[in-house]
């Protein structure tokens, strides 16, 4: 089952791997016996279908979540069902990728204005004048 990010991007098996792993938190008794939460590792590093610059966003998104090798490592123990975590792990991580996608805008360079300057510096000096006020009075 592949998971689709887009019209163009789409994650085959191979790149994703589930391990379950026992949750932490609700589930009586059941919380002993039943490995619910999901670790879920894509190896983006190694993906054919990311371009190498959205690979790039990606890491910087993901943070501490991307290893060493190159693989985006994402845990969800939210609910008691097992597939449901695996629902959300899932979804984190194509709303992550699409996150990637999204080229950031290049920054315009701008000036502030003589004007700007100007009402700066004069409500610098307006404002010491009024501290310089403050002082004691001399008789």
């Known amino acids: 089952m592949t998971l689709r990010i887009t ?3 789409e994650i085959a098996d191979w790149e994703l791997t ?7 938190g609700p589930g009586g008794q ?13 190896e983006a590093e190694r993906s054919p279908a990311l371009p190498e610059p959205v690979k790039r966003r990606l890491q ?6 991307w290893t060493r090798e190159g693989a985006l ?3 969800v123990d939210e ?21 990637a996608l999204e080229r950031p805008k290049r920054r315009i360079a ?10 700066r510096v004069e409500a610098k000096k307006k404002r010491a ?3 310089a006020l403050r002082g004691k009075v001399d008789e």
């Open 18 to 24: 589930e391990q379950f792993v026992r949750a932490s």
């Open 79 to 99: 609910t008691r069902s097992q597939a449901r975590n695996r629902e959300i792990a899932r979804e984190r991580l194509a709303e992550m990728i699409r996150k």
């Open 129 to 131: 004048e009024v501290k």
């Open 30 to 42: 059941n919380v002993n016996k039943v490995s619910t939460a999901v670790e879920l590792r894509f």
């Open 60 to 65: 910087r998104i993901a943070g501490r979540k």
């Open 7 to 9: 019209d163009q991007i």
């Open 110 to 119: 701008t000036r502030v204005s003589q004007n700007q300057k100007r009402k």
């Open 73 to 75: 490592v994402i845990q």
